[in-house]
């Protein structure tokens, strides 16, 4: 695919995640993400507690709770219960993944990941790259 289609495609994708991310229920920040293969989303995911928890993110002090899973995780364990395979997929999230999530992206095969937010800790876009995946940072001025 020509680099200005995909510029394009990946535009579009990024604000889907935008969009996507104001599904969490956390209030400090709000992250989604989609999973993308062959030009069809497989998987979405957005920041929140696991299913059956109270859909509170923070405690008392405003600190996130230690249970709650990223937009990140969540899109690729959702791929668990599915018939999907992330292997080669592109990975879109509103905010550059953790360490723990670049982990997960490493295993579950995704081979780009393009993210709109930077976070001050860069350790997980450092192990992303070290792993051999593409990560392009887009920002998203509309």
Known sequence: MNSKKQQ???????????????NSYCTRRK???LVVKDKMIISDGYNGTPTGFENICEDESNTSKPYVLHAEANAITKLAK????????????????????AKLIIQAGIKRVVYTEKYRLTDGIDLLERAGIVVDYLELND
């Open 8 to 22: 394009e495609f990946d535009k579009r994708y990024a604000r889907m995640a935008l969009i996507w991310a104001e």
């Open 82 to 101: 599915s018939a999907n395979s992330s292997d080669g997929a592109t990975l879109y999230v509103t905010a550059s993944p953790c360490i723990e999530c």
């Open 31 to 33: 992250v989604g993400a």
